[in-house]
């Protein structure tokens, strides 16, 4: 986590899902069809359902798409779920290890806490899972390890 731990996410209203201030700009996301089942300070947990546009050559889910899941929950662990006015927390590297195949249709999970951190530099470990048949966390898809380094937020919002 970032030296100054953010603050919590506020509970949604009655009925409101959990957000996260990174997703309302964040257009790969949106195309990926990620839900945001908690977001906290140091911890994110997201879901994808995979479509037959995420598959490769093999008909399973494409490396590229996984990873991004795993990325993403990697992002929302590591900045405050409500923004933070003078910074960003970005990976500075990362590394997966592709455990089982996904198909289209299954619903992955990625879970992601932040393990250690010290001044603006620390790391994150993602679980990335495919959801049981009744809606448990399932078999193992994927194992995400990330850096992160928190900077100066940019002046102007990117395009």
Same mark, same amino acid.
């Given at each position: 986590?970032?030296? #100054?731990?953010?603050?919590?996410? +506020?509970? +949604?209203?009655?009925?409101?899902?959990?957000?996260? &201030?990174?997703?309302?700009?964040?257009?790969? !996301? $949106?195309?990926?069809?990620?839900?945001? =089942?908690?977001?906290?300070?140091? #911890?994110?947990?997201?879901?994808?359902?995979?479509? %037959?546009?995420?598959?490769?050559?093999?008909?399973?889910?494409?490396?590229?798409? &996984?990873? !991004?899941?795993?990325?993403?929950?990697?992002?929302?662990?590591?900045?405050?779920?409500?923004?933070?006015?003078?910074?960003?927390?970005?990976?500075?590297?990362?590394?997966?290890?592709? =455990?089982? +195949?996904?198909? &289209?249709?299954?619903?992955?999970?990625?879970?992601?806490?932040?393990?250690?951190?010290?001044? @603006?530099?620390? &790391?994150?470990?993602?679980?990335?899972? @495919? $959801?049981?048949?009744?809606?448990?966390?399932?078999?193992?898809?994927?194992?995400? %390890?990330?850096?992160? %380094?928190?900077?100066?937020?940019?002046? !102007?919002?990117?395009?």
């Amino acid at each position: 986590m970032p030296a #100054h731990p953010p603050a919590a996410t +506020p509970a +949604p209203a009655s009925g409101e899902a959990p957000t996260h &201030v990174m997703l309302h700009q964040d257009h790969a !996301s $949106q195309w990926l069809g990620i839900d945001v =089942l908690q977001a906290d300070p140091g #911890h994110a947990r997201i879901t994808m359902t995979v479509r %037959r546009e995420m598959t490769n050559g093999f008909a399973i889910a494409h490396g590229g798409m &996984v990873f !991004s899941l795993a990325d993403t929950a990697f992002a929302m662990s590591c900045n405050a779920p409500t923004g933070d006015d003078g910074t960003i927390t970005v990976a500075s590297g990362v590394d997966i290890n592709f =455990l089982k +195949p996904a198909a &289209v249709g299954d619903v992955l999970i990625a879970e992601a806490r932040a393990v250690s951190g010290s001044g @603006r530099s620390g &790391v994150c470990d993602v679980v990335v899972s @495919r $959801q049981s048949e009744d809606g448990s966390t399932g078999e193992t898809v994927a194992l995400f %390890r990330g850096r992160y %380094r928190t900077i100066p937020a940019p002046s !102007s919002p990117a395009i």
